[in-house]
């Protein structure tokens, strides 16, 4: 089974730019669908990106991207807002599968 680990998290100012990687390791990187997500506090785990769609609050200034030669996906990040604050989690599924293999998140802080 695939194991992640992302980086990247930090603090930033609103209007800031940070990259997220999450690096893979012990699977088929190119038999997985990535996306991320992230986890306010007091909310819920919320969808962000993936190859195929981005949520409507991050649509224009995040991207994701992979690089399978370095078994690693990418989240680009800009123009931060404070809403974005939260805990972010790298996800990978086998492409059929129901189940999504987590990594153990990095934090994101977007100050005012």
């Known amino acids: 089974q695939v194991q992640l680990v992302e980086s990247g998290g930090g603090l930033v100012q609103a209007g800031g730019s940070l990259r997220l990687s999450c690096a893979a390791s012990g699977g088929a990187f190119t038999a997985y669908v990535l996306a991320w997500f992230r986890q306010a506090p007091g909310k819920e785990r919320e969808f962000v990106a993936s190859a195929t769609a981005y949520a409507d609050s991050v649509k224009g200034r995040f991207t994701i991207s992979r690089d399978n030669a370095k078994n690693t996906v990418y989240l680009q990040m800009n123009s931060l807002k404070p809403e974005d604050t939260a805990v972010y989690y790298c996800?990978?599924?086998?492409?059929?599968?129901?189940?999504?293999?987590w990594g153990q998140g990095t934090q994101v802080t977007v100050s005012s």
């Open positions: 996800a990978a599924r086998l492409w059929g599968a129901a189940n999504f293999v």
